[in-house]
């Protein structure tokens, strides 16, 4: 199944977001499953693409095994795309917003790239296997972590990080950067941080030092994975992490997936980028309210609206 959208009229003032990992809780999706047939075969056509029955992990846990980077990230981007196919299908055809632009915030780019057509729903969902098995098990090479930092000038981080060893993984927003490395390492980062005047520095629950040199040894099996299939030139230019530029081209889309895994994710770039391209209203697509309330931090004049569940597809079409 494909979710390709015909290019978008100009002047269209919508931009389509989708998350990233850590929005996945036992139970997401379920209520789409039970009320829309078309969210139920993306459901399904998922299960068929990776051989297991994700559907039955994602709807009834446990939830230490949802959270695992191999299962988590297939789960996201799962609901994400039968959140799509619910709302395309309910508001039918003529009332679906056309987005001029989509984006993803890390795995999210992954979803993004199904919407846009470059590739289809089993395809994306075996490759975001891939990417979750390989980073898992670089995580369990190295012993990594991350960490937000929030209210510290960029420049005062950057240096920080240059003197600990040190990256930034995440601009989510221009006052809550990421930062990674190993964990010895992040701990001096964060005490630097903290001395330097940072309103506030915690270590993130994640499994190891993603977007940043540690994940290297994910890099080389993702090439194989990547290259192994057959990439469409996308229907809607897609914002890449790495650069916060459009993407048009198939081949350009296997080179920022590539870069990406071990680079940082410019979020707040990116918004930007897409809100002086005439875009001012987004709609995240997807579990959770990570990106909206990011969005909101970035531009105040933003409009944002979420969409991860039946009600909120229920509610879009009433607009």
Known sequence: MTLRFSPPPKGTDTAFLFPGQGTQSVGMGEELYNNSGAARAVFHEVDMALSRPLTRLLFEGPDDTLRQTVNAQPAIMTVSLATMRAMQDYLGAEATPRPALVAGHSLGEYTALAVAGVLDIGETAWLVQERGRLMQEACEKQSGSMAAVMGLDAMVLEQICRETGTVISTVNTPDQIVIAGERRALANALDLANARGAKKAVPLRVAGAFHSPLMEPAQ?????????????????????????????????????????????VHWSRSVDYMMGSGVNRFIEVGPGRV?????????RRADVQAVGDWDSIVKLSRN
């Open 220 to 264: 080389a099996g993702l090439i194989d994975a990547v290259e192994s299939l057959k990439f469409k030139d996308p229907s809607i230019p897609i914002v890449a992490n790495c650069t916060a530029k459009p993407v048009t081209k198939g081949e350009d889309v296997k080179r920022e997936l590539i870069a990406g895994i071990c680079n940082c």
């Open 291 to 299: 990106l909206s309330g990011m969005v909101k931090r970035i531009n």
